[in-house]
């Protein structure tokens, strides 16, 4: 079974701007999950979408935004990008509620 | 909501030493505990996990971890690490989020650990 897949795997943004990064989940999995992970904070729930439903969201701003398809698929999104937001964004997958979560290998994203 | 603490930022070993990295966690309620290892340049990886029954669980590459209830502690040991175990290790729980009728997986801060040849 193929794994996580993310895409892209670097991305440079100016401030301001915005971006989206793009999940494939393991297939048969309808569950996705974004974190953003930094040096200092480790990793920070954003949200989780179950059948196209947002389920569960952290703390963070509404700049940051996430949808799922009906294939499963998720995209994440953020606006107005921040110098703060320069992370390494995780997606992850899991067949249901509490089974582990399988990452991908991320997107690093730099705001310049 | 929980929370995990870790409670060694960064933690240097000469191989063949013993490993002991804790993990305390804030949750009245049912959990599953996990411990996650990042290899450098490495997406995270399960190492190990515990959902119910025998409190030592085995994980991969001779990790295993205690799980006692009382003290809200989820410990990962290793009775000799070697250069390979390099890598960062994170704690991480999952429980029932009663608003959102969902179960969110909390990750601590992770440990790093390095290991001298």
């Known amino acids: 079974k193929a794994g996580v897949t993310q895409t892209p795997r670097y991305l440079i943004k100016t401030r301001g701007q915005q971006v989206t990064l793009s999940c494939s989940p393991i297939?048969?999995?309808?569950?996705v999950s974004w974190y953003q992970q930094t040096p200092g904070q480790g990793l920070q729930f954003l949200f989780e979408y179950f059948s196209e439903t947002q389920r569960n969201k952290g703390n963070f701003p509404g700049r940051f935004s996430g949808r799922q398809f009906s294939n499963s698929r998720s995209e994440m999104n953020v606006s107005t990008l921040e110098l703060g937001d320069s992370a390494l964004y995780l997606c992850a997958s899991r067949a249901f509620g509490n089974s582990p979560l399988h990452f991908g290998n991320g997107t690093r994203l730099t705001v310049t | 909501a929980q929370s995990v603490s870790q409670h060694n930022h960064h933690v240097i070993l000469s191989e063949a030493a013993s490993l002991e990295l804790g993990c305390n966690y804030s949750y009245g309620g049912t959990v599953n505990l996990f411990w996650y290892v990042q290899y450098p340049g490495q997406h995270l990886q399960l190492l190990l996990k515990?959902?119910?029954?025998?409190?030592l669980v085995k994980g991969i590459k001779g990790f295993e971890a205690e799980f006692i209830k009382s003290k809200f502690s989820f410990n990962l040991r290793k009775p000799s690490v070697q250069w390979s175990d390099t890598a960062e290790y994170f704690c991480a729980v999952n429980a029932l989020e009663s608003g959102a009728g969902s179960y969110q997986l909390t990750f601590g801060k992770g440990t790093k650990l390095s290991v001298i040849p």
């Open positions: 515990y959902f119910s029954g025998d409190p």
């Open positions: 297939s048969g999995h309808r569950s």
